[in-house]
Every structure is written in structure tokens, then in C-alpha cells.
């Protein structure tokens, strides 16, 4: 968050002399701010003993009254809790009144059962599965999310003020904006009137409708001109033509700007609100994206594609090309559509595919100790369920001891695609995953963790295609747990404190993902437990660092350092396998364990704490200690933002 969106005035909260009394519980904050001296959205601060980030911030909303509440979990290590106005909150009058009390057990159930019924039944479903780890974490996430989420429409009124606001700002800025054609679709009288009405109200100096597919048609070019297509019965937001001209001013690399979305009923009222990712080629030609609304450069309107009738995602798609600097996204909510949301096909020959005679070398890097059935699975599904490579693969084994383990080491001495080496010693993934790397020659590298299982032939051709593309630089996985729920959709960057897996135990059947693990996207990040990526990349990074991060947070590691030198990450739903999540290695809950990652942390925050800020696919309007899609109270930086 910006730190000038705040006031330098703090409010304790009073933790009665003891602050472990409130350590690692679920507690509610009761806030009455009659005066206005917290503003309309504060943010909790928690502060933390010996940890970095020292300071978790949490945005709440207050109703107009000034009452409002915080629910959520303080950390073993909890030192403090205060509240931060926003800036422009009053500085003079009575304090605002607050009072924490811890939330009991069974108080938690009451509320999760009053408050988010829909949300408590996937938490059940998951309990119907014996899936009690799932149901454990995602009733966690229940008081994060679900049941503290700001409404929809208070939010968008408050933020659709500041949007406004920031319009007027650009306007008295910027003397001379460009010229802005807008084309709108076909529709019934009543819808191209509202869209006509809205754009009469818009207060940018030079708006000229044109027919949306006859350029011949339109006013003779003039530097600069920017062109538009809305669909009958869409509302530009007030202000929203600066936000989306902006962009493109001093900066003749934008070709392309959008923003997100709502849908508008009947009545007027908003909702459904469409956060969207920064520039996704693989989810937009996958159909996981809009981009209704999209302004673009004149000049680079592709030739002979019919501006009408191509969906506008091809358009920008094709005025896009390989320049992924040219298209930025405005992450506000600058579009109210009318009509209902429709799903997008995808467009043809979106999954890229191996020429059918090719058959690529991996090299396939497990470490192990230990549970020999959990690496015969995975062996085995190397074997018999990978179709299409040939496969070299390096088990370093961390010091096995058991007989069954030994056994298998002496099976596969017949197998010329298997090696075992000896790695004795604390477990130290990092390094484990290193001297693999170092045992093997091809330029193609898989790392996979023992507990992982194929299910299906085609999963690593289908990943090694993704690598084809000499911009991607690693390729990740759908992960599910042997019952079927969701392990791995992807990395959320930032999220708790340093990442978390995206769509963690979801069911994919359950819709809550919005499309997404059904769809191949650009990520920030993807889990060392099933990663592809080259040798040359892995080399000119240093591989994983093994003094820093031997255990947590090395995969997160090398995935930045490879999108530091530009490359990109691909998750894929085409690659499905089975993982088991750490079965062979345990909990992380013993002291030594918790202070070992309490300094990963801090190796993180120390190396990235910049880029953890400002993952580009996800948008900067949801919460990042909540699951997906949960609104924050408070947006973070709504600066315009490109995907690198």
C-alpha cells in the first residue's frame, strides 16, 4: 500500500498488559468511530516479535457510521496490534472506541454457519471426504475472507469515488490528450442509448463515436488516435477514458489498455465484479479472460481483420503479438456491463502441441528418504504413464535406512534409466535438488517430489510443449490430492506472508476457480514439486539457494530469479498428477522447524519484498491473506501495470 494514503496518527489496540493471551487465536475487534478518526478504511496492523515482515497490514471497512469490525488470526509471535487511518481522516475529536476479545471455538462455528453457509458446506464436503487437513485450512480461511469480506457495494462506492477522483487529477495534468473513437456493437435501441448516454457523460475533451467495423468511414487519423469498442449496453465509469488513455501518453510501446469490470442490473445496482490479471496471452487465448472495453492504438489495428465481428480478445491478441510491454492493464474497475456474463470459447490451436514424431530428453531429479511406496508410485508412473521422452532419471536419496527402500534401489539397478545417488545429511532440499541437477546432462529438467504420481500419458509432452516457447522459462502443474481436491493451481506471490498455492483444496468440479484450473495461464510462481524448466536458465541462476532456503521457499526463489531475467511461467491443467503434499517429510511445528522458516522468511522479504508486493496476475483489488477472488477492504498500488 502507498504510504501516503495513510495518516501518521496510530491507535493502539489494548491487549490488557499481555499480548500471548491473543497470540495465535481467531479475535474480533470491534471498532465505533463516530468522529471519523480512523476514516472510512484503516488498516489493522499486527505487529510481530522477531519475524520479517515485522507488520502484517489488514484493510477493514467502516459503515458511515464508523462502526465496523475486524476478524482474524494473530500469530504465535504477536507483539501488537494497532489501527491506521487513512489519510484525510480527522484529527481532532474523541477517539474512536476498540475493543478485542478472543472468538471461541464454538463461536466460530456459529458464526461460519450464519454468516457463510455456501463456503461452510465446501468445508464440510471436504470432511465428507476425509479430507480433514482441507477442511481445517479452508474453514481457517472462512474468517479471512468469506465472512470479512467488505460488500461488494459499499466497496465499489468508496473506490469508484477515489477512481473519480484520480480522473480529475490526470485531467489537470495532461494539456493536450488524444482523440478517442468509439465503435459500438450491435444492440437493442434501449441498450445503445445507455451506452450513448454514458458516453455523452464522460467529461474527456474529445470523444467521436464511429461505425464500429467501416474505417473507411472514420476522420482522417491524426497522431495519437485511440479507438474503442463497447459492447451496446456497457457504461464507461466516470472518468474512465482518462484512466485508459493515460497510458498510452509519452510511451509509444503501449499498444493496448483495459481495465476491470462489473455487471449493472436493471435496477442500477452493481455487482459481479471482474478483477482481471495483467497481460495473460495463454489465458486469453485459453477463453479465461474479457477484454471488453480494451482501447487501442490506431495505428496498430491489424489489417483485414474485421473490427466488428473478431472478438475484441483476438484483436488484442493480434495487435499484441510477441510485445508484452505494449499492452497494460488498469487495475480499476472502469466498465458496468449490462448484459449477463458469458463464457469465452478459446480460440483455436491454443494449447501449443510437439511435433507428433518428436521425443524430447528430460532429466527427472527426485530427492527422497525413505517410503518406498510413495517413490515407487511415482517411479512407476515415470515409466508406464509418461508417453512421448525419453527420461533419465537421478533419485538422491537423503540417507534412506528402511529395508523396503533398499530393495527398490536394487530393482532398479536393471533399469539404464534410473540412477541412485547417495546425498547423506540434514534434509536441505535446495542442495538435494542441486546435486541431481548436477548429476544430469539434458538441457530439459524436471523436479518432482517423491509423493507425486502421473495419472495421465500425455502430462510432461504437454509440459515439455510448453517450454518450446523460448520465452517461458518454467512450466508448472495441476497438482490434486488422491481425493481429487485441488493441492496445486499455482503460486499467488505475496500471499499470508511471502506465497501460498492458488485454489488450495478446491474442488474442481465446484466453480469457485471461476474457470481457472481448467485453463493454461501465465503464473508468478509454480511448486518445485513438479517444475520444468531448462538447464541454461537453472545454470545462469545458480540453481536453488541451499545456504538460504533449504527447505521453504527455494522454488518460489528460482521462479523470481528466472522472471527477473525476463522469462515467463506457465501453469497448465494438461499436466495432471497426483500429490500427496509433503507426506514423507512432515509438519513444520516443531521450535527448530518454525525458526528455520521464520528465517526463510526473512531470506524472502529481504530479497523480494518488492516483487512479492505486486504480483501481476493477481489483481491488486483482492485480498492477499484471504482465498481467491475475496475483495480487499483497501486496494493496494491501482498504478497502471504491465505482466514484466
Not at 22 to 37: C, T
Not at 303 to 319: K, N, R
Amino acid at each position: 500500500m502507498n504510504e501516503d494514503d495513510f495518516s501518521s496518527t496510530v491507535f493502539d489496540v489494548a491487549l490488557f498488559g499481555c499480548a500471548a493471551t491473543f497470540a495465535d487465536r481467531l479475535v474480533k475487534i470491534r471498532i465505533a468511530d463516530p468522529v471519523g478518526r480512523l476514516g472510512r478504511r484503516p488498516v489493522v496492523l499486527i505487529r510481530r516479535q522477531g519475524r520479517k515482515p515485522a507488520v502484517l497490514e489488514r484493510p477493514i471497512l467502516l459503515d458511515r457510521r464508523g462502526r465496523g469490525r475486524f476478524i482474524g488470526w494473530t500469530p504465535r509471535d504477536l507483539r501488537g496490534i494497532a489501527l491506521m487511518p487513512e489519510a484525510g481522516a480527522k484529527t481532532e475529536g474523541r477517539a474512536p472506541s476498540i475493543r478485542i476479545r478472543r472468538i471461541s471455538y464454538l463461536e466460530m462455528g456459529l458464526m461460519a454457519a450464519l454468516e457463510a453457509p455456501g463456503p461452510l458446506l465446501r468445508v464440510l464436503r471436504l470432511l465428507a471426504a476425509g479430507n480433514t487437513k482441507g477442511a481445517v485450512y479452508r474453514f481457517a480461511r472462512l474468517f479471512d475472507g468469506a465472512i470479512t469480506a467488505p460488500p461488494y457495494g459499499a466497496w465499489a462506492e468508496l473506490q469508484g469515488e477515489a477512481d473519480a477522483r484520480a480522473a480529475v487529477a490526470i485531467a489537470a495534468a495532461w494539456r493536450d490528450p488524444p482523440r478517442l473513437l468509439v465503435g459500438i456493437e450491435p444492440g437493442s435501441a434501449r441498450a445503445l442509448a445507455e451506452t450513448r448516454g454514458s458516453l455523452a457523460a464522460q467529461d474527456y475533451p474529445d470523444v467521436i463515436e464511429v461505425e464500429v467495423g467501416a474505417p473507411a468511414t472514420w476522420p482522417a487519423a491524426k497522431p495519437g488516435d485511440l479507438w474503442l469498442r463497447l459492447p451496446a449496453g456497457a457504461r464507461p465509469a466516470p472518468g474512465a477514458f482518462w484512466h485508459l488513455a493515460h497510458p498510452f501518453a509519452g510511451d509509444p510501446e503501449v499498444r493496448v489498455v483495459y481495465g476491470d469490470e462489473d455487471r449493472r442490473d436493471r435496477a442500477g445496482t452493481r455487482g459481479t465484479p471482474t478483477f482481471k490479471s495483467a497481460w495473460n496471452p495463454p489465458l486469453i487465448a485459453a477463453g479465461g479472460m474479457s477484454l471488453a472495453g480494451a482501447v487501442i492504438r490506431r495505428a496498430a489495428l491489424p489489417q483485414g481483420l474485421d473490427l466488428a465481428g473478431a472478438p475484441i480478445e483476438v484483436l488484442v491478441l493480434t495487435v499484441a503479438g510477441a510485445e508484452r510491454r505494449s499492452v497494460v492493464h488498469v487495475p480499476r474497475v472502469l466498465l458496468h456491463r449490462a448484459e449477463p456474463e458469458r463464457p469465452l470459447a478459446p480460440l483455436p490451436s491454443s494449447t501449443p502441441q510437439l511435433a507428433a514424431d518428436a521425443r524430447p530428453e528430460v532429466a527427472v531429479v527426485i530427492p527422497t528418504r525413505d517410503r518406498a511406496d510413495l517413490l515407487a508410485a511415482c517411479v512407476e508412473g515415470l515409466l508406464h504413464h509418461t508417453d512421448g521422452v525419453t527420461l533419465d532419471i537421478v533419485i538422491v536419496d537423503n540417507g534412506s535406512v528402511e529395508v523396503a527402500t533398499q530393495t527398490l534401489f536394487e530393482r532398479w539397478t536393471r533399469e539404464p534409466r534410473i540412477r541412485v545417488i547417495a546425498a547423506p545429511g540434514p534434509f536441505n532440499f535446495a542442495h538435494l535438488t542441486n546435486l541431481g541437477v548436477a548429476a544430469t546432462r539434458a538441457e530439459t529438467l524436471l523436479l518432482l517430489n517423491n509423493d507425486i504420481e502421473p495419472i495421465c500419458d500425455g502430462w510432461l509432452r504437454a509440459m515439455v510443449a510448453e517450454l518450446s516457447d523460448p520465452q517461458v522459462g518454467i512450466v508448472g502443474a495441476r497438482l490434486l490430492f488422491p481425493d481429487g481436491f485441488v493441492q496445486h493451481g499455482g503460486v499467488t506471490l505475496g500471499a499470508g506472508t511471502i506465497a501460498r498455492h492458488t485454489f488450495h483444496f478446491y474442488a474442481l468440479d465446484g466453480g469457485e476457480d471461476r474457470g481457472l484450473l481448467s485453463r493454461r495461464r501465465e503464473v508468478g510462481c509454480v511448486t518445485a514439486a513438479c517444475l520444468l524448466t531448462r538447464r541454461s536458465l537453472w545454470e545462469a541462476v545458480g540453481g536453488m539457494d541451499e545456504a538460504g532456503l533449504a527447505v521453504a521457499f527455494n522454488d518460489v526463489d528460482y521462479c523470481l530469479k528466472a522472471r527477473a531475467l525476463g522469462l515467463r511461467i506457465v501453469w497448465t491443467p494438461e499436466a495432471t498428477l497426483i500429490h500427496r503434499e509433503s507426506v514423507s517429510r512432515g509438519a513444520d511445528d516443531t521450535p527448530e522447524k518454525l525458526a528455520r522458516f521464520a528465517r526463510e522468511e526473512a531470506v524472502m522479504y529481504d530479497r523480494w519484498a518488492d516483487v512479492l508486493a505486486r504480483d501481476p496476475f493477481h489483481n491488486p483489488n483482492l485480498s492477499l491473506v484471504g482465498e481467491a477472488f475475496v475483495l480487499s477492504a483497501r486496494p493496494r498500488d491501482l498504478s497502471p501495470r504491465r505482466s514484466s
